[in-house]
């Protein structure tokens, strides 16, 4: 069940209290997944856009090893 936020801070979440530590653990561990695989697929992405650019020619002018 999904609590919706009120704006208001710092206030306690009851339906967290039910959720066990290895939940808690286990939920962290998988938004800091997430978040380093999002920013893998950025790199990559910025690494493929970088390789296109200089293959085509658009990045001629860049000192390039």
């Not at 704006?7 to 066990?20: E, I, M, Q, S, V």
């Not at 695989?37 to 493929?48: E, S």
Request: net charge positive; proline share 5%; charged share 20%.
């Amino acid at each position: 069940m999904a609590v919706v936020p009120d704006g208001r801070r710092n206030r306690h979440d009851p339906y967290w209290d039910l959720d066990g530590a290895g939940v808690r653990r286990a939920r962290t561990r998988r938004r800091i997944v997430s978040a380093l695989a999002f920013v893998a697929a950025l790199a990559a992405c910025g690494a493929v856009a970088f390789a296109w650019g200089v293959k085509v020619g658009l990045l001629a002018a860049l000192p390039v090893g």
